[in-house]
């Protein structure tokens, strides 16, 4: 007998508001800080591992409002002496030969030497020192970048699992990783339970999560994969709260991609997430290496990219992003002073605090009572 299948209802930012505490703080009461294996963040925000985003001396600008960029070892910082150039000829093909131009960029061949280079030139910097890696290149980079002096190994694919299937003799084994670099490993990207829950049991330090939200990205149009961020959020924090009842062992979530504003922060957070990875709000700083343009890490992908370069404009400096002042009434500047103000209003102290406030499920939220803001366009 066959058997019919329901369609789970899930939720973006969109559809859900926080509901405000029976108790109120004081915003600069409250600490924003986490912690992913021994490196503490003030800021509570990754940078994506975007060449757009991710120079070694843009990983310094991170550095200097406490969040920390993460760099991306197969992009063009490995792959070219001058990467600015080749950012710059992405940032100046026609939009009807981008994609190819951006295959050739980056069919050039990523050189070792290039690593430690990159690597010491973020630690020049005071920044801790974070790089991204695909699964099939991380036992080959990854020991090359910490022995360098890498703080962070990245592990990330548009969807990663721990059982994965290939013709590979033997595949990337998380456990054998984490012995082989000894630093700490952030996996991704996943979006569920029982994955997040399985890449957890590996012993990896933090989990990254979101398939496809981000503004540059276009798995979802592409494969039709991808679950909505607050679902998959609170779907990977239950996980990890289960683990750490069972083990003790403390996994940070990270929400990564589909945030732009205050409001989606603090929605990630109070979500079950410990902190977010953004890209495109970041390429629209003046500090940004492409100057107002974004594009994915699948972009260039040879056969089938998922991803194309999104012109973002600048709208100013990192420091008006995190802590304002907002020259802006939207919401997508002074992104900490927003989530300060909203631990203040639900009575969170801390990150984890955040995790227990109330999320409703509320599709009208941004536009009830907005008449004449909408009649502005």
């Known amino acids: 007998m066959g058997k019919f299948r329901e369609l789970r209802r ?14 109120t703080v004081n915003p600069e009461m409250v600490d924003t800080e986490f912690s992913l294996g021994n490196v503490t963040i003030k800021t509570p925000v990754l940078g994506s591992a975007m060449d757009a985003v991710s120079s070694p001396a843009f990983a310094g600008d991170m550095h200097n409002q406490g969040a920390m960029s993460v760099m991306n070892l197969e992009g063009v910082q490995t792959r070219y002496d001058d990467p600015q150039t080749a ?45 991204s890696i695909t699964p099939a290149s991380t036992k080959k980079l990854g020991p090359i970048a910490v022995e360098a002096g890498a703080d962070m190994i ?9 059982r994965h299937s290939s013709n590979s003799t033997k595949g990337l084994q998380f456990p ?8 700490p490993v952030l996996v991704g990207n996943c979006v569920g339970y029982k994955v997040a829950t399985e890449i957890m049991e590996t012993g990896i330090h933090g989990i990254l999560v979101g398939v496809g939200p981000g503004a540059a990205c276009t798995t979802r149009e592409v494969t039709g994969v991808g679950v909505p961020q607050v ?12 683990h750490f009842k069972r083990t003790g062992r403390y996994v940070p979530v990270i929400t990564d991609g589909g945030i732009r504003t205050g409001g989606e922060l603090c929605k990630a957070i109070a979500s079950g997430a410990d902190a977010v990875m953004i890209g495109t709000p970041l390429a629209q700083s003046v500090e940004a290496p492409a100057k107002g343009y974004n594009w994915g890490m699948a972009s260039p992908h040879p056969a089938l990219p998922r991803g194309t370069r999104v012109n973002v404009g600048t709208k100013g400096t990192l420091e008006q992003l995190f ?6 009434s939207n919401g997508t500047q002074n992104l900490i002073g927003a989530l300060r103000a909203c631990m203040g209003m639900v009575g ?15 599709p009208s939220i941004k536009t009830e009572g907005k008449h004449y803001q909408l009649g502005l366009g």
Not at 103 to 108: C, H, K, L
């Open 176 to 183: 054998e990783l984490l012995e082989m670099v000894n630093v």
């Open 154 to 162: 990245v592990v990330q694919s548009t969807v990663t699992t721990a």
């Open 87 to 131: 950012i710059d000829e992405v940032v100046a093909a026609s939009n009807e030969d981008v994609t190819s131009t951006m295959q050739r960029v980056y069919s050039a061949p990523i050189r070792e030497e290039l690593i430690g280079r990159r690597v010491e030139e973020i630690k020049k910097t005071g920044s801790h020192c974070a790089v």
């Open 231 to 242: 679902t998959a959020t609170m779907d990977c924090a239950q996980a990890r709260n289960d």
């Open 323 to 328: 802590f304002g002042p907002s020259s802006v």
């Open 348 to 362: 969170a102290m801390n990150i984890k605090d955040m995790h227990n406030s109330e999320i409703v499920v509320a």
């Open 10 to 23: 899930t939720y973006g930012f969109d559809e859900v508001a926080i509901v405000p505490g029976i108790v």
